[in-house]
């Protein structure tokens, strides 16, 4: 009989303990490893408990978006670009705040005669298709005066494998992300040529933070903690740029070549309607170019509540 007693005792002590114990709910965050991209890695320093964060790196927003949809992720990065396809095709996916801006460029050989984009033409350039560079990449042909299908070659090169190609020549330039271009120039086989930046289009928008519709109606404030979170590890990580640097660096890049870079980095949390406006016109680009269809709707695709509601909390 007393043994009884002091078992259910016991039983009743560890259940008051567990149910009194507050669990860690575990967060799923999905982004790259590059400089840009590096907010996620952070999130764990601002994210009130309970949350945690764990944080999967990929190494193409395809692969996130996927992981996302399944439900494996709460949360991905991905490039403006792939979340308009993703909309276009109907897929309930919404972009909550911005990643970064910028860190694009296109590459020459270092040693080669092209000293401006329109003495490209004839040329075998690096791209892979349906991603931001190649939209990038064309608008820049376009507005020098050559055509992407008729004035040059676009060969498809996996990115981390363009420099290689350009070296043994393979391809008289690229268009690709930070620090593919600043490395191709610091080891001598590479030319940064341009930057490929319009402001009264595309401009320099280039990633956000993706969510699916049914987390912002099911779990609204889970979206607004990893908002914030993102936005607060945006501001630490540009006013602590020796932070940003020392973490990217364990990618794999040296540090130097971070630091050469910086110009063409910028981390970002800010959606407004500028940026929407910037992704109108993209969209129309992508449609040109047969990479979509149809235009999403970008009222479904966008919602700038969270970064507005972070922007009052926090500031800009």
């Known amino acids: 009989m007393f043994g009884r007693v002091s078992a259910c005792a016991v039983l009743m002590v560890l259940a008051f303990a567990f149910s009194s114990a507050t669990p860690a709910q575990e967060v799923r965050?999905?982004?790259?490893?590059?400089?840009?991209?590096?907010?996620?890695?952070?999130?764990?320093?601002?994210?009130?408990?309970?949350?945690?964060?764990?944080?999967?790196?990929?190494t193409n927003p395809a692969d996130q978006k996927t992981a996302l949809l399944a439900g494996s992720l709460h949360m991905c990065g991905t490039t403006v670009a792939h979340a308009i396809q993703s909309a276009a095709q109907g897929q309930p996916v919404v972009l909550v705040?911005?990643?970064?801006?910028?860190?694009?460029?296109?590459?020459?050989?270092?040693?080669?005669?092209?000293?401006?984009?329109?003495d490209l033409r004839g040329m075998r350039i690096g791209y892979v298709p349906g991603t931001?560079?190649?939209?990038?990449?064309?608008?820049?042909?376009?507005?020098?005066?050559?055509?992407?299908?008729?004035?040059?070659r676009l060969i498809r090169v996996d990115f981390f494998?363009?420099?290689?190609?350009?070296?043994?020549?393979?391809?008289?330039?690229?268009?690709?992300?930070e620090p593919l271009p600043t490395l191709a120039a610091d080891q001598g086989y590479g030319r940064i040529l341009a930057y490929p930046y319009y402001d009264d289009s595309i401009g320099t928008i280039n990633a956000g933070m993706l969510v699916r519709r049914e987390t912002i109606q099911k779990n609204p404030d889970l979206v607004f903690r990893l908002v914030l979170a993102h936005a607060r590890a945006t501001k630490h990580l540009a006013a602590h740029r020796d932070q940003w640097f020392k973490k990217a660096a364990t990618f794999g890049t040296p540090l130097h070549i971070?630091?050469?870079?910086?110009?063409?980095?910028?981390?970002?949390?800010?959606?407004?309607d500028r940026f929407v406006a910037r992704a109108e016109s993209l969209g129309a680009r992508m449609q040109t170019l047969g990479i979509i269809q149809r235009q999403p709707e970008y009222a479904k695709l966008f919602d700038l509540t969270f970064v507005r509601r972070v922007s009052a909390e926090i500031g800009p």
Request: hydrophobic share 45%; net charge negative.
């Open 132 to 152: 931001m560079h190649e939209i990038l990449l064309r608008e820049t042909l376009t507005r020098n005066g050559l055509s992407p299908d008729k004035d040059v």
């Open 29 to 58: 965050v999905g982004t790259w490893k590059t400089p840009q991209t590096i907010q996620p890695f952070f999130y764990e320093d601002f994210l009130p408990k309970p949350l945690a964060v764990q944080v999967f790196p990929f």
């Open 258 to 272: 971070l630091e050469k870079a910086a110009p063409n980095l910028e981390l970002a949390w800010i959606m407004d």
């Open 97 to 118: 705040a911005a990643m970064c801006n910028k860190s694009s460029a296109l590459v020459v050989k270092h040693d080669g005669a092209v000293r401006q984009v329109s």
């Open 161 to 177: 494998d363009m420099g290689l190609a350009l070296a043994g020549g393979a391809i008289d330039a690229f268009l690709s992300g």
